[in-house]
């Protein structure tokens, strides 16, 4: 019977140069903050699927190719997964989640309750059988007035007026005043379920006895986009250079900037809020409390908007802050240069009372992956394809001993070293990163699909 609560607290999308204001309430507040983490891909649906395998993308498997993009792919093997594992040792499970992928048809379901939080544009007055159904009369029986025989002729007057009552909500005057709506009242987008998170928190979660345990996922999306009523982040500015040029200009950026800022605070006062309750039902000093981002976010950086695909900095340092439990003693143990994979997460949470210990944290090398573009786009132009073409290609970032290296697993190449800790980047530097690399490949790769094989010249 587990003795404590674990709460997982999943920023989306908060890069680590940006986390200030939160690490500072957070320290305030008997948070450990770590510094050098590394996210395992620069967006949600691989960098979700490492922290709840301990793996990473290669071994997973939950990761994009240039086939299988974001709404098609899902975790392979969920043999160990850790909300099953948390579930089989007896803690009652809650998923609180804004993000479309991190719902229980991507694979998260092994939780007592789960709130779903996803942003709906417009009424939803058919469920998913009766679209279906409507869908398939309307490709049959092509007119309204056959549609209405047949569906008076079978008894259905349910769907006959739920189809009516969709068609008049369907149509554009209520549309525009439904978003009317959830801009003025609901405040989207700036507010994406933080406010309903705590209250279920509060309502839910935290109210009633439990004399065990709770494990609780929570996935904030306020700090990703979009960040206005009208989204101006797309694929088409990453993949069209001349497009890029003509709509950022400073202007676009600091919008963005305020705009994205605007909502780490206010991620700062749902966090206040949580710590609230938690002490105010006496759970905190009874909670591991992890607070971290799944990637980061690119705000005019190189060119680029938005995450997924690239493995700069900006998208793949994310923050970590820790709260042990206060009648728990930690092992601490010292970082000495090195660094946290989000990977590790999955050991820290799942060990049991051996949780409390640094160490199952860092780790000499960690690396991030990128199979190409996450998200299905449509090329218009010759440029935009020829871009796809170069970006469409598995990556890996390797960090080790104060460098950073971007290694091309197609030609095997080291196309990029740099230092961060203010070493001078060698020949050998850069041998001694290939080689992690390949090590890398080598090893996850007989942990895994074993699907890929590597020459092992450099
Ligand atoms: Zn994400």
Redesign the pocket.
């Known amino acids: 019977m587990p003795n404590c609560n674990v709460i997982l607290i999943i920023l ?2 908060l890069r680590e140069d940006s986390a200030g204001p939160i690490g500072e309430l957070l320290k305030g507040e008997g948070f450990r903050e770590y510094r050098d983490v590394i996210a395992p891909s620069p ?2 649906i691989p ?2 699927a490492s922290m709840f395998t301990g793996k990473y993308p290669l071994v997973h498997g939950a990761h994009e190719t240039p086939d299988r993009k974001a709404y098609n792919i899902r975790i392979r093997d969920r043999s160990g997964f850790l909300s099953k594992r948390m579930r089989e040792e007896g803690y009652a499970n809650y998923l609180l989640s804004a ?1 479309p ?1 991190i719902t229980a048809d991507f694979g998260y379901d092994d939780f007592d309750d789960i709130l779903e939080l996803l942003y709906q544009p417009r009424f939803e007055v058919l469920n998913d059988a009766e679209k279906r159904e409507m869908y398939r009369l309307r490709k049959k029986k092509d007119t309204t007035g056959k549609i209405i025989s047949t569906l008076i002729g079978r008894g259905d007057i349910k769907l006959l007026f739920k189809g009516a009552l969709n068609r008049v909500v369907e149509s554009s005057f209520v549309t525009a005043i439904y978003h009317q709506y959830q801009h003025r009242i609901q405040k989207w987008p700036f507010e994406k379920g933080a406010k309903k998170m705590v209250e279920y928190l509060r309502s839910k979660v935290l109210s009633g006895e439990n004399a065990g345990g709770r494990f609780v996922v929570i996935n904030m999306m306020e700090a ?1 986009e979009p960040y206005f009523r009208k989204p101006i982040l797309n694929m088409k500015l990453n993949l069209n250079q001349d497009h890029y040029k003509k709509t950022v200009n400073r202007n676009f950026l600091d919008n963005l900037w305020n705009a994205y800022r605007k909502e780490i605070g206010y991620i700062k006062e749902a966090l206040r809020e949580i710590i609230y309750l938690l002490n105010e039902t006496g759970e905190l000093d009874r909670s591991l409390i992890v607070v971290t981002s ?2 980061g976010q690119l705000l005019g950086e190189h060119d680029q908007l938005g ?1 997924g695909t690239f493995l700069y900095d900006e998208l793949i340092r994310v923050p970590l802050f820790i709260r042990y439990p206060s009648d728990m003693t930690l092992k601490e143990a010292k970082q000495k240069g090195r660094y946290i994979s989000l990977t590790s997460l999955y050991d820290l949470i799942s060990k049991g009372e051996e949780r409390y210990n640094e160490e199952h944290l860092f780790s000499e090398a960690a690396f991030s992956e990128t199979y190409g573009i996450s998200n299905i786009f449509k090329p218009t132009m010759d440029c935009e394809r020829e871009k796809i073409k170069r970006l469409e290609r598995r990556k890996i970032a390797i960090f080790h001993n104060g460098f950073k290296g971007i290694f091309d697993t197609e030609d095997l190449t080291l196309e990029e070293a740099s230092s961060h800790r203010g070493g001078k980047v060698t020949r050998n530097v850069r041998e001694d990163l290939a080689t992690r690399a390949l090590e890398f490949m080598e090893t996850e790769e007989k942990k895994g699909v074993g699907r890929v094989r590597f020459s092992k010249k450099i």
Do not use: I, K
Request: proline share 0%.
């Open positions: 989306d999308t967006w949600t960098s979700h993000n992928y990703h799944d990637h995450h």
